[in-house]
């Protein structure tokens, strides 16, 4: 539950940065407040890393919700899985810093109480046990047709 309360809340964040990728009128809300243009939206070079951020955000979600099994990744080991959570709560929690220093109330208030709680709810599913692999015997068959 916990992985998927904190992919929802990065798919949130990652909205948020796909409008101001897009020219939403945002800019005070992002990058400290500080790089606004005078119509509110960002300028072209803090659209593109808005843009990367979403894409990161989205990737890091799907890490998330892969690390307690809620999608599969074929092929992943599964100590990448856990590392990669586990920099998911360090990196939130950084960010949190970041938005707690920022100008803007809603960076500050907002994103800086969104990013701490993904940061907690991501160690809770780092701590979390590994997902169980279904056996072979128990997993069902596809295409095949059972007789009677």
């Known amino acids: 539950m916990a992985a998927a309360v904190a ?46 951020a979403a894409v990161l955000l989205g990737a890091l979600a799907l890490l998330l919700l892969a690390r307690v099994g809620l999608v ?13 959570t586990w920099a998911v709560v360090v990196l ?18 907002g994103l800086g109480s969104l990013t701490a709680l993904v940061s907690v709810l991501a160690a809770v599913a780092a701590r979390s046990p590994l997902p169980a692999a279904t056996p072979a015997s128990r997993r069902p068959r596809t295409g095949a047709v059972s007789g009677g």
């Open 7 to 52: 992919a929802a809340l990065l798919g949130a964040v990652a909205a948020g940065q796909v409008a101001a990728a897009a020219g939403m009128p945002v800019g005070e809300h992002l990058y400290g407040g500080r790089v606004a243009e005078a119509d509110g939206r960002l300028p072209v070079p803090y659209r593109a890393a808005s843009g990367s």
């Open 72 to 84: 599969r990744a074929p092929g992943v080991p599964t100590r990448l899985l856990t590392t990669g």
């Open 92 to 109: 939130m929690a950084v960010n949190t810093l970041g938005n707690l220093a920022s100008t803007s109330a809603v960076e500050r208030w």
